[in-house]
């Protein structure tokens, strides 16, 4: 159904838009793993997505490195970081482990402000190729061409459309099996959960992993959406503001993220007309939001397995 | 060889010495009672033996084993076979009653990352042996048809029953009941009692503090009792119950 929306809004400027929030839904998906199944709080969540985006933008502008094999090593080079970072900060608890994680989204950020020679400083990084497919042409005759995204949104909605699907995909997979369940079991009561034998500090280091991972993918599409990369594209802010998707959603819950993103993805659009009034009236909702839904919007939807008939027997 | 064997185990908080030199052994298959005035370290000597506190002194061994215990993870330490109910109930309260005890199989499956990702053969069948082993352990605790509900809807009495039933899911050789029939009526204590005379009959030692006599005294193969961080007696229940230093211990000076 979403992938019919270009053909029912031909808005650039809309299409646009919807990239974007499909990008903060990848993020929001992400995210939701450390916060939502997890429970440590990341406020440092930019600097992944920063580190995915520089990546694959130094590896285009010096290497020509394809689209195609930029984005996972994007990921895979956000998820070195996110265990780098996740052994020291892990082994803390609840506002230090914000501390941390704030503190290590500021320092990618200053770092990447700062090291001229490799990023370019505050004016970053230009030129970033789009990514390349090979689609079907009729010229006479069929064939094969590789085309490149265009500045046209179109093809990147897409992209995104189709990332966002296998993220999901996986999420789902991940959360059902015994990984899942021992993340919820260290967010109800991380003591209980060592003690009924959970590798404490290798499952959330895992979840880290796998958080920073898909930000790192997010980074790379980003960078070759914009073709253009700047370390203010990755400030404190856009920390929180994917913090808010997560906790507006529902924590926890994967469509949850996703919807987060894509209410407050869209919500400045729509208040747009209410010019200077638009983040107090963007506020007020948030506020309304967790007052009289404090779990989100698809929050409270309690993990239940699907056992048709409950199999009587004696072990 | 005892199954466990705790050597002057101590611990401070502080001032505070809440273990001092304390001692324990508990052999294959035993019921041990370990009782004593409240504040006496015996939660505190649970916390130590599972890793949750860090000893000051002292060696735990397990089955003979030439390491010591002392300094392991939590979760090391029950994958070796010791397993532990809380004092005051912490089960995963927004978990299914399967959930909770497939949480406590964990340590027990093999499958990976991996084949969680991407759904080999090995995945599901070891998904679906948790599953009808965790049904049969709802069903040993009379929980059967309550596998899906949310734990948090449970009564008490069946939230207990539940944190007893995901220890057992652990597969132990020693079994760690922190005061197991607290806040429950006489028919249910009773029915405690034959759960845990079940457990023993599956080849599970289990030690169990308990304050309740009714319970702990037909209960238990042995009794240890402690006081002030320390083993002040030790032996069959009827030695324990006449001795005159632990009827001082629970009752002060004559």
Known sequence: ?315 | MPLLEVRSISKRFGGVRALDGMSLSVDEGEIVGLIGPNGAGKTSFFNVITGILPADEGEIFFQGGQQSLRGLSSDKILKKGLARTFQNLRIFKNMTLLENIAVGMYSRTQSSLWSAFFRTRRFHVEEKKVFKRGMGLLDLMGLANQGNEIAANLSYGNQKRLEIARALATEPKLLLLDEPVAGMNPSEKEEISNLIRKIQKRGIAVLLIEHDMKVVMPLSNRVVVMDDGKKIAEGPPEEIRKNPRVIQAYLGEA
Not at chain 1, 198 to 218: E, N, R, T
Request: hydrophobic share 55%.
């Open chain 1, 1 to 315: 159904m979403l992938a019919l929306f270009p053909l029912l809004d031909r808005n650039a400027y809309h299409l646009d838009l919807a990239t974007g929030v499909g990008i903060y839904v990848i993020l929001a998906m992400g995210l939701n793993v450390v916060v939502g199944f997890a429970g440590l709080l990341n406020l440092g969540y930019a600097a992944f997505f920063a580190i995915g985006a520089y990546v694959y933008a130094l590896l285009s502008l010096h290497a020509h490195t394809p689209f195609w094999i930029g984005l996972p090593i994007s990921g895979v080079v956000a998820m070195g970081f996110g265990f780098v970072i996740g052994l020291p900060a892990i082994r803390v608890r609840g506002d230090y482990l914000a501390i941390t994680t704030l503190g290590f989204g500021e320092i990618v950020r200053i770092a990447f402000n700062n090291l001229s020679a490799w990023t370019g400083g505050p004016n970053g990084l230009l030129g970033i190729e789009r990514p390349k497919i090979w689609a079907p042409t009729w010229k006479g005759h069929f064939g094969f061409e590789l085309i490149s995204f265009g500045v046209s949104a179109l093809p990147y909605f897409y992209l995104v459309l189709v990332l966002i699907a296998v993220i999901a995909f996986f999420l789902f997979r991940l959360m059902d099996s015994k990984f899942g369940r021992a993340l919820v079991a260290i967010r109800e009561d991380e003591l209980a959960a060592s003690c009924m034998g959970i590798p404490v500090v290798q499952i959330k280091l895992c979840a880290f992993g796998i958080s920073s991972f898909i930000a790192g993918l997010a980074g790379c599409v980003f960078a070759a959406k914009q073709t253009i990369v700047t370390p203010d594209s990755f400030d404190f802010i856009l920390s929180v503001l994917i913090l808010a998707m997560v906790v507006l959603g529902g924590m926890g819950n994967i469509w949850g993220a996703a919807l987060g993103a894509v209410v407050l993805g869209f919500l400045p659009e729509i208040l747009r007309e209410f010019a200077a009034y638009r983040m107090l009236i963007f506020g007020v909702l948030m506020i309304l939001v967790m007052i009289f839904r404090p779990q989100g919007i698809l929050g409270g939807q309690l993990i239940r397995r699907e056992l048709t008939r409950p199999i009587k027997e004696g072990s």
